[in-house]
């Protein structure tokens, strides 16, 4: 999965804006470490040499993390409310990350093409 949100945020497919649902490392009241979901309104994209950088805030927080980062750390569940998988296919992206091929198009042929 980090393929394709590598792929998303490289194409610039991932408006700033958007609300990502991403799992975070979090600390209960006892001192137990947990992963949290929460909703954090994605702020900036920085590239780097061989990494990206997001930088992200919600109501309480805000955070940098790199998308290097092991799946148990930092994982992104959905954007805007849908899940990765089917956000890159709105834009005919596999969910290893690869271009789709595109099929044929439906409905009659132009004349310039019939002949």
């Known amino acids: 999965m980090t ?24 600390k209960t009241a006892f001192g137990h470490n947990m992963r949290q979901t929460r909703d954090m309104v994605l702020e900036k994209i920085m590239v780097e ?20 980062m092991p799946k148990d750390m930092f994982e992104v569940l959905a954007i805007d409310g849908m899940s990765m998988i089917r956000f890159a296919e709105l834009y005919d992206i596999n969910a290893d ?19």
Request: aromatic letters at 0%; a positive charge.
């Open 49 to 68: 040499t061989d990494q990206m950088m997001l930088t992200m805030h919600d109501h309480e927080r805000s955070m940098t993390t790199s998308t290097n």
């Open 97 to 115: 990350g690869s271009n789709r091929k595109v099929g044929k198009k439906r409905g009659r042929k132009s004349k310039a093409r019939s002949q």
């Open 3 to 26: 393929e394709l949100i590598d792929m998303l945020l490289e194409n610039d497919l991932v408006p700033v804006g958007s609300v990502l649902t991403v799992k975070i490392p979090a």
